[in-house]
């Protein structure tokens, strides 16, 4: 705990801003905006995510389940750290005088690294799945059902959970970020910090990591397929390079919003002198720095649901008209039951 001289809790640390800077940077208009339009692009993929669902073949369904939970995921990231940021940006509260206990700042700081790294270890388990399904199909029980898929997101989700309360039981701590509208882990030198800030930071780059490697595979697994001698005979279905163009999609928009605050982390818990003071204060630049970054890997809840949106068959086609003149082509996927035919 830091000396700030009260009886205050833990997750207070000395800042450096005025009431007068606090309503230039936290704008209440462009917060919500920001959330309604973000609840509204999920609320529109799940709709969209619903109907294609019903008569879909079960290696699509399984990838839709995913897609499912990753929707849901942005949506109720959105939902419950939009009602905190929103509420301190129309009130202006002082967080100090509102949550002395910091029982809201600790609630806050899971959340954020639980809707955090959910997206990004989704996307690992998405495209470890279209890769045992490009590359290994007959090592894949072909009964995979949604009830496989919906567990390994509850394991994604308990995952996150349980790194999202390693603060809460001593590793790292949770504290209120400049301008003073919501809670994060803490860029400090002690050694829960220090380890707890590596943690988030190495597990998130390894995810976006393992994605693009196992992405990056079955991608050339698709044209290798589709331009080998085998061409006429074999070709994925639309469905199947449908999943792995939305796949890359998702993939590529995490990268570029996550990568940066990732990064910044690391760097900013390793760098020596360290750039915290003993006080508990950082120097404004690192401030704004972590606040920016923070605001770019928040667009990543807006964005995932138009990646499926934009990159379903319907839209490619009518974007492309050529693509629907193309004759139908086979599964990757094992036929044990009959024999494949041109359709």
């Not at 994060?184 to 190495?202: I, N, Q, R, S, Y």
């Amino acid at each position: 705990m830091w000396p700030n001289g009260s009886s205050l809790g833990p997750c207070f640390r000395p800042t450096n801003i005025t009431l007068e800077e606090r309503r230039l940077i936290a704008s209440p208009w462009f917060s919500a905006v920001f959330c309604l339009v973000g609840l509204a692009s999920n609320l529109l993929a799940l709709s969209v995510l619903m109907g294609a669902r019903q008569g879909s073949s079960h290696t699509r369904s399984s990838f839709l389940t995913f897609l499912c939970g990753l929707v849901l995921t942005d949506f109720m990231g959105l939902l419950v750290t939009g009602a905190i940021v929103v509420s301190q940006h129309v009130a202006l509260f002082d967080w100090q005088a509102v949550d002395p206990g910091c029982h809201l700042c600790h609630f806050m700081g899971v959340i954020m690294v639980f809707f955090g790294l959910c997206p990004l270890l989704l996307g690992t388990a998405m495209a470890s799945e279209r890769y045992l399904g490009i590359t290994r199909p007959f090592s894949r029980p072909t009964t995979a059902s949604q009830r496989r898929a919906w567990t390994t997101v509850g394991l994604v989700w308990a995952a996150a959970l349980v790194l999202g309360l390693l603060p809460l039981l001593g590793m790292g701590r949770y504290t209120v970020q400049y301008p003073g509208s919501w809670c994060f882990l803490t860029l400090g030198t002690e050694p829960g910090d220090v380890a707890f800030g590596l943690l988030f930071a190495l597990l998130g780059s390894l995810s976006v990591g393992l994605a693009f490697l196992l992405n990056t595979i079955s991608v050339a697994t698709l044209c290798h397929v589709y331009h080998g001698q085998e061409a006429a005979q074999q070709r994925p279905r639309d469905c199947e390079v449908e999943m792995m163009a939305q796949l890359t999609g998702i993939m590529v928009v995490a990268s570029i919003c996550w990568m940066p605050l990732l990064v910044f982390i690391a760097q900013t818990v390793l760098r020596s002198p360290p750039v915290m003071s003993p006080t508990g204060q950082l120097s404004q630049a690192t401030e704004q720095q972590l606040l920016i970054y923070l605001r770019v890997a928040t667009w990543n809840q807006i964005l995932d649901p138009w990646v499926y949106i934009l990159f379903r068959r319907a839209v490619i086609r009518r974007l492309y008209p050529r693509l629907s003149a193309q004759p139908r082509s086979l599964s990757l996927q094992p036929q044990l039951t009959r024999r494949p035919t041109m359709q």
